[in-house]
């Protein structure tokens, strides 16, 4: 069982920057891939970032890319997704996930943090 708890949400106007956390409990947290997942209101949720176990490889999903940098520090058992130059259409909420692999998700979620970007 993985318990995941995410951070760092909020109001931000458009060209503004936020950082998610999700920290990670339960397991071995080094030992499996992370990533982020977001759900507009009436859309699916979708693909945002993951990153490796170790960190070395990171995959974004074309909306994001340039802007978003997936982390994690297995010593804090945290993962991060710093958020550059957001826009209205990242309003979303944002998801942790672990146990996935190159875009796609594993078996467990956090509960969401909400991200809302004004014009």
């Known amino acids: 069982q993985v318990q995941l708890v995410e951070s760092g949400g909020g109001l931000v106007q458009a060209g503004g920057s936020l950082r998610l956390s999700c920290v990670a409990s339960?397991?071995?947290?080094?030992?499996?891939?992370m990533g982020w997942f977001r759900q507009a209101p009436g859309k699916e949720r979708e693909f945002v970032a993951t990153?490796?176990?170790?960190?070395?490889?990171?995959y974004y999903a074309d909306s994001v890319k340039g802007r978003f940098t997936i982390s994690r520090d297995n010593a804090k058992n945290t993962l991060y997704l710093q958020m550059n130059s957001l826009k209205p259409e990242d309003t979303a909420v944002y998801y942790c996930?672990?146990?996935?692999?190159?875009?796609?998700?594993?078996?467990?979620w956090g509960q969401g943090t909400q991200v809302t970007v004004s014009s």
């Open positions: 339960g397991r071995t947290f080094s030992t499996y891939g």
């Open positions: 996930n672990a146990g996935g692999g190159v875009r796609v998700a594993g078996d467990w």
């Open positions: 990153i490796s176990w170790n960190g070395n490889r990171t």
